[in-house]
């Protein structure tokens, strides 16, 4: 079936970097951009980065530039979201997410829409010292 | 960048019953060449990822079930489940996909049985 799968959760101490991996299954990885959401403890999510993982080009949210890097790895259907000098605000849950890639008229386009139809399941990053 | 805000924060609804949850963004999410409107609505149960629910404003996602619909033009925009079920209970977020990065999601509506 079409999944997400993201490793495991991480603790961390202020300053250093954590690295989630999101390995994709049920469908062709590259056919997608790949999107990375924060979700803070009750709060709304909100959008870090994207990758299309056909020819790997990104794009960062300004919040997060120069802290983040979106990579992937074809040849295991996966992406990589990592984050640096990590800080207390980034306790929170990372969730990789699917572009819906589909037109207004309904048809798979390839391109991004910015609409997130397959997530995985969550990581959870603490950053404490 | 585009501020998503929704109302009411929280909401109590009796099983069976209709509930409504609102959305209205900072300036018009409407694509005036395509006459589409950049809104999707996301269900959300503790300790579980996102469920996108309409994209479009008002298309359904596939296996959404019908009670589920989307609404709105422009600024605002409704979310309405026809007859509440228990599984519905959960935070409802909508998010704008409009302008370039970053796509924003509003605060979140909060939805219980009543």
């Not at chain 1, 970097?17 to 909100?46: L, M």
């Not at chain 1, 819906?100 to 397959?118: A, M, N, Q, R, W």
């Not at chain 2, 209709?18 to 006459?35: D, E, G, H």
Request: charged share 15%; with cysteine; hydrophobic share 30%.
């Amino acid at each position: 079936q079409v999944q997400l799968v993201q490793s495991g959760a991480e603790v961390k101490m202020p300053g250093a970097s954590v690295k989630i991996s999101c390995k994709a299954s049920g469908f062709t990885f590259t056919n997608y951009p790949i999107h990375w959401v924060r979700q803070a403890p009750g709060q709304r999510p909100e959008w870090m980065g994207r990758i299309n993982a056909g020819n790997g080009d990104t794009i960062y949210s300004q919040k997060f530039q120069g802290r983040v890097t979106i990579t992937r790895d074809t040849s295991a259907s996966t992406a990589y979201m990592d984050l640096g000098s990590l800080r207390s605000e980034d306790s929170a849950v990372f969730y990789c997410a699917r572009d819906l890639s589909k037109s207004p008229e309904g048809i798979y386009s390839g391109h991004v829409t910015g609409v997130f139809d397959i997530w995985g399941q969550g990581t959870m990053v603490t950053v404490s010292s | 960048d585009i501020v998503m805000t929704q109302s009411p924060d929280s909401l109590a609804v009796s099983l069976g019953e209709r509930a409504t949850i609102n959305c209205k963004s900072s300036q018009s999410i409407l694509y005036r060449s395509n006459n589409k409107n950049y809104l999707a609505w996301y269900q959300q149960k503790p300790g579980q990822p996102p469920k996108l629910l309409i994209y479009w404003a008002s298309t359904r996602e596939s296996g959404v079930p019908d009670r589920f619909s989307g609404s709105g033009s422009g600024t605002d925009f409704t979310l309405t489940i026809s007859s509440l079920q228990a599984e519905d209970v959960a935070t409802y977020y909508c998010q704008q996909f409009y302008t370039v990065p970053p796509w924003s999601f509003g605060q979140g509506t909060k939805l219980e049985i009543k």
